[in-house]
Nanobody
Framework: QVQLVESGGGLVQAGGSLRLSCAAS????????MGWFRQAPGKEREFVAA????????YYADSVKGRFTISRDNAKNTVYLQMNSLKPEDTAVYYC?????????????????WGQGTQVTVSS
């Protein structure tokens, strides 16, 4: 059974940085697409970034482009989301998601597995 466990969230001041981690287990991830989503209070879940585990294509939401970077460590089966120049509007619960055998999509229900989420709070 595939499991995704996020970590690295916390409280940070505007302009600061955080790195989220998503430890993946229970699957062969070389053919997966990994994504990050977020959900702020009272808002719908939204796409943040995605990447093929095998490398190559990455895709970012316009709101985070140039500030966030998705990457992975194959040896550790871990995907990262480096978040720089954080803004108060980045405050949300951040979720890691995995999609089997198919490419990048921004549509949440098209991902097969989800982590439990990690809270990111950016103070002004």
């Amino acid at each position: 059974q595939v499991q995704l466990v996020e970590s690295g969230g916390g409280l940070v001041q505007a302009g600061g940085s955080l790195r989220l981690s998503c430890a993946a287990s229970g699957g062969t991830f070389s053919s997966y697409t990994m994504g990050w989503f977020r959900q702020a209070p009272g808002k719908e879940r939204e796409f943040v970034a995605a990447s093929r585990w095998s490398g190559g294509n990455t895709y970012y939401a316009d709101s985070v482009k140039g500030r966030f970077t998705i990457s992975r460590d194959n040896a550790k089966n871990t995907v990262y989301l480096q978040m720089n120049s954080l803004k108060p509007e980045d405050t949300a619960v951040y979720y890691c998601a995995a999609r089997r055998w198919k490419g990048i999509t921004v549509v949440g229900p098209e991902y097969d597995y989800w982590g439990q989420g990690t809270q990111v709070t950016v103070s002004s």
